[in-house]
């Protein structure tokens, strides 16, 4: 299967979102892509420093979710958007699974929230397993995926050659200034990447956005912990991986014997 990873930048507002998404998409597209990945709350934009409700509307989001959705099926490409919307709960941070048709698959929710994020979201409660092209895949969300390496396990013992994991790690105004994927002095990002993918013999595929001062680069990394692709730093695009996926066999992932962890 060939996947692609999106890094666009931080968009300044819905219309932005969807001409990045457009863009990004029919470069994936014309590089024979299945499934193309966007980086976390990429519509509307994650709130870094203001929240915008009005961005934030019932109504403006659908609209914005319909035209990926034509994207999607104009292009023949299977998308992963990261979108905030309302829930019965509340306001969820999720990621949509569209398929190259525009049909919405299904949703994977944020249940893990950072501790900064409690007043933006409602966490989710439930964990989805998703099939396109005959292809399993699961998604965990950012921090959920960093620091709750359960979310990944969960997904590969159902069967999950891939983890997507849309993120936002990074800044427009300050921060360190990386230069080598996965180097010892980097932020624990993409540390966590490589691990998400050798303890459970999968595929794990990164997105972020294209910050100025990015904490880690969008990369697929393969079940050995190899990473077979990453973004330049700071660099908008799409990076492409054609992925072997008789080597995710979730080997590790599956002697998992919970059993042993009944005492919670």
């Not at 092209?133 to 998604?139: D, H, L, M, S």
Request: with cysteine; proline share 6%; net charge negative.
């Amino acid at each position: 299967m060939k996947i692609a990873i999106a890094s666009p930048p931080l968009p300044k507002s819905i219309d932005d979102c969807l001409y990045w998404t457009e863009k990004l998409v029919k470069e994936a597209a014309e590089k024979q892509v299945e499934i193309i990945c966007f980086p976390e709350s990429y519509i509307p934009g994650y709130p870094l420093t203001t929240f915008d409700p009005l961005e934030r509307s019932f109504e403006k989001l659908k609209s914005a979710l319909d035209k990926v959705c034509e994207i999607a099926a104009m292009y023949s490409l299977n998308i992963i958007m990261p979108m905030d919307w309302k829930l019965p709960a509340g306001l969820s941070n999720l990621a949509f699974v569209i398929s190259s048709t525009g049909a919405v698959l299904g949703y994977q929710t944020k249940n893990q929230l950072d501790p900064t994020e409690d007043h933006l979201w409602v966490p989710g409660t439930e964990r989805a397993i998703f099939e396109v092209n005959g292809v399993r895949f699961g998604i965990t969300i950012c921090h959920e995926g960093f620091r709750y390496p359960e979310s990944v396990r969960w997904a590969a013992r159902q069967g999950a050659k891939i983890v997507f994991h849309p993120h936002c790690a990074g800044s427009n105004i300050e921060g360190p200034k990386l230069t080598e994927w996965g180097n010892r002095d980097n932020p624990y990002y993409e540390k966590a990447m490589m691990m998400r993918a050798l303890e459970n013999t999968i595929y794990f595929a990164s997105s972020n956005y294209c910050f100025i001062y990015p904490e880690s680069a969008s990369a697929i990394v393969a079940p050995d912990g190899t990473c077979t692709a990453h973004e330049t730093y700071g660099n908008a695009g799409v990076i492409v991986s054609d992925i072997d996926l008789s080597f995710a066999t979730g080997l590790l992932a599956k002697r998992y014997k919970s059993e042993l962890y009944t005492g919670e």
